[in-house]
């Protein structure tokens, strides 16, 4: 399994552990890189979005062995969100462990 197919994977842990398993969840968020989490029809309100980041944070910190913050200035001031899908927020986790193991 290479890096990106791993921090999907922590993406869709977290999906399953944080979103989907909420009793009052009524439509489980669906597992694909073309989910949309953030800025359109995704189902996601801002706190299910705040667990889904520090999720996904404390996995990748604990897989990876590497501090990382998602939810960064950088990250809020992009113009394309990173927390779009969950294909561009791998993307920019990706991005993130990289200037990581670069310092």
């Given amino acids: 399994m290479n890096k990106k197919e791993k921090v999907v994977e922590i993406i869709y842990n977290i999906i399953d552990e944080e979103?989907?398993?909420l009793?009052?969840?009524k439509n489980p968020l669906i597992k694909?890189?073309?989910t949309v989490l953030f800025?359109?029809?995704s189902?996601?309100?801002s706190l299910d979005?705040?667990?889904l980041?520090?999720?996904v944070e404390e996995q990748v910190g604990d897989v990876f062995h590497c501090e990382i913050a998602i939810a960064d200035e950088s990250a809020m001031s992009e113009e394309n969100s990173p927390y779009r899908t969950v294909n561009t927020l791998a993307g920019y986790i990706l991005n993130l462990l990289e200037n990581a193991s670069d310092a």
Avoid: A, H, M, Q
């Fill in 43 to 45: 189902g996601l309100d």
């Fill in 53 to 55: 980041i520090i999720g």
């Fill in 19 to 21: 979103i989907n398993s």
């Fill in 32 to 34: 694909s890189e073309d």
């Fill in 23 to 25: 009793p009052s969840r």
């Fill in 49 to 51: 979005l705040v667990n």
């Fill in 39 to 41: 800025g359109g029809p």
